[in-house]
């Protein structure tokens, strides 16, 4: 279950992490053009959420999973609380629904394997 974990936490996060370098891009390319597209493309209202969820919770995510070898209950903490905040911060939408599920997957099956024997 571990093992298991790992890789799901580690995906989940790459996922994440591509999630959240396209999260930080449209904040920046919307920013750079400031109020000439604003009727044009949609513009978020909490940029700055955007930017930390998409920098921050991959970083949990890949953390927690390589964590889950040694330290199973933080590994898997550390999984949900990257699950809900890219939950919190991005939504949840076709995009965001892999890695949500994947690090919350990986976060059950971390706690799940704390009292597995190996």
């Known amino acids: 279950m571990k093992n298991a974990a790992t890789i799901l936490g580690i995906i989940g996060g790459i996922v994440g992490m591509f999630v959240g370098f396209f999260a930080y891009g449209w904040v920046e390319f919307t920013d750079w053009f400031n109020a000439e597209v604003r009727d044009v493309i949609e513009t978020t209202e909490n940029a700055a959420r955007w930017k930390l969820v998409g920098l921050v ?12 070898g040694a330290r199973p ?8 609380i990257s699950a809900a905040g890219m939950l919190w911060g991005l939504g949840f939408g076709v995009f965001t629904m892999f890695p949500i599920a994947m690090c ?3 976060g059950l099956l971390g706690l799940a394997a704390v009292g597995a024997k190996e």
């Open 57 to 68: 919770a991959p970083i949990l995510a890949i953390a927690g999973g390589a964590m889950t």
């Open 73 to 80: 209950v933080i590994g898997a903490v550390l999984m949900f």
């Open 104 to 106: 919350l997957v990986a």
